[in-house]
């Protein structure tokens, strides 16, 4: 960031400094060549009253102009010139500016030298004896100005690059410096450029979740692990009376319990590292289905729950594993959540520019006021705490995330008053 800003600040001042070169040499350049013209006209002007009012003395008259002198006949045939001899100059009856001057009584034009770089200025006017007066002035081209001007410019050049990439330093460490010594922990309490409170917002918002996980990922540990070493603690003191049996069976259950959260957490934070295996294949939705249904089919069966499938094959391009994972956890809770001969339909359906999944159960149905919330982590519905339903709290966000992970949606709504039905919609 530092090397952009930096980049971006010295480069800005040396195009800047090379466009305002050229504007003013260009703007001087122009000016310089009216003001000789301009010039050159007033001299031809006072040269042509001169010899209108006494010619033979004209042609006496020695002069020390800067500018070439040349009178010329109204043939072409060049009578005097104050710098060469006339005879050695041939016929100027064709050129533009002697031409104008007969027809208009002036005429100018400029010739271009490329060899010697240089411009020539020529004014005409007629004088009253039908004779044709010439001055001319010969001046750099733009080209040659700019070349002449080089070195001063390159020096100019150097002393600006060097002022701006000291500016560019001071000012690259002014913006960077808060940036470096933001304070990660307490994000909102940096007082810094209003352009980054959407990123420190977003910080502070990970921080508590991350916070609030930790703090629910010991507590939900706790608990099984309090009745665990409870039960045992009565066991090796021997004061477990008849209870032996039931005693044993606590203790395994709740480390089963133990183990599911594990499970759970590792998956969650798997999919949080992007840790997963991400082979995106094309897969058909439909088999991640039925082979979910065929795993689901004995735990449906103790809990008295119909499981019945009506997707169609739909193929798609996804993460196999993780869409499995998504569709499990929802199937387990439509039958988990769900009365006794309940049902559970799943079906999957290509539309237009999405597919679209839904599992749909005629159970105990989420209520409106749970509906935001049990995609959060650990967050269990008072319904399932007091039907003592076995769960972590941490199927919803798994599920969550694997939609997330494919840029899909996921929306909870009411089925058949009572039940729940989960639809998730994933871009093709
Ligand atoms: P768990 O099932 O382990 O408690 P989940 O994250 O899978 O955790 O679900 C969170 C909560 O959402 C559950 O405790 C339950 O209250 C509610 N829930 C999820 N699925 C359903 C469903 N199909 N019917 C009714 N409630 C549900």
């Known amino acids: ?114 060899t010697l770089n ?102 939900e540990l706790k608990t099984p692990l309090t009745s665990i070493s409870g039960y045992a603690e009565i066991m090796a003191n021997n004061l477990q009376g008849d209870n032996t049996q039931e005693f044993s069976q606590k203790i395994v259950d709740e480390s089963k319990h133990l183990f599911r959260i594990i499970d759970d957490i590792i998956k969650l934070s798997k999919l949080d590292e992007g840790n997963v295996q991400l082979d995106f294949e094309t897969i058909d939705y439909q088999e991640v289905i039925q082979n979910v249904l065929r795993n689901l089919e004995t735990y449906a069966n103790q809990a008295n729950v119909f499981l019945v499938d009506e997707s169609v094959s739909v193929k798609g391009l996804a993460v196999r594993q993780i869409i499995y994972e998504v569709i499990y956890n929802l199937v387990q809770n439509a039958v988990k959540y769900n009365y006794p001969n309940g049902h559970v339909w799943v079906s999957v359906k290509d539309i237009n520019n999405y597919i679209e999944i839904t599992i749909k159960d005629d159970g105990i149905g989420v209520s409106e006021k749970d509906k935001d919330r049990i995609f959060e982590r650990f967050y269990r519905s008072d319904k399932s705490h007091n039907k003592q339903i076995e769960g972590t709290g941490l199927g919803l966000a798994i599920v969550k995330h694997g939609v997330d992970f494919h840029k899909g949606t996921i929306e909870v709504t009411n089925h058949l008053n009572h039940g729940t039905k989960f639809t998730i919609k994933f871009n093709k």
């Open 1 to 114: 960031m530092k090397k952009k800003i930096f980049q971006s600040i010295a480069i800005t001042s040396i195009v800047l400094v090379a466009i305002s070169y050229f504007l003013c040499t260009f703007i001087i350049y122009n000016d310089l060549t009216s003001a000789t013209k301009k010039t050159l006209q007033e001299e031809t002007l006072s040269l042509s009253s001169y010899y209108n009012e006494n010619p033979s003395d004209f042609l006496n008259t020695k002069f020390y102009s800067e500018s070439r002198i040349t009178l010329i006949s109204t043939d072409g045939t060049v009578l005097l010139d104050s710098r060469y001899n006339p005879k050695t100059l041939e016929n100027h009856a064709h050129r533009p500016e002697i031409e104008t001057a007969i027809k208009n009584g002036s005429g100018d034009t400029s010739r271009y030298s490329d």
């Open 118 to 219: 240089e411009s020539t200025y020529y004014y005409a006017v007629l004088l009253n004896d039908g004779n044709i007066l010439r001055l001319s002035t010969t001046s750099e081209t733009l080209i040659s100005a700019l070349g002449s001007s080089l070195l001063p410019i390159i020096a100019i050049f150097t002393i600006v690059i060097i002022i701006s990439l000291i500016i560019a330093k001071i000012l690259t460490k002014k913006i960077v410096d808060p940036i470096n010594h933001l304070n990660i922990d307490v994000p909102l309490a940096n007082k810094t450029y209003p352009e980054l409170q959407p990123l420190l917002e977003n910080m502070n918002y990970h921080n508590k979740i991350r916070r609030e996980f930790s703090a629910n990922v010991s507590h």
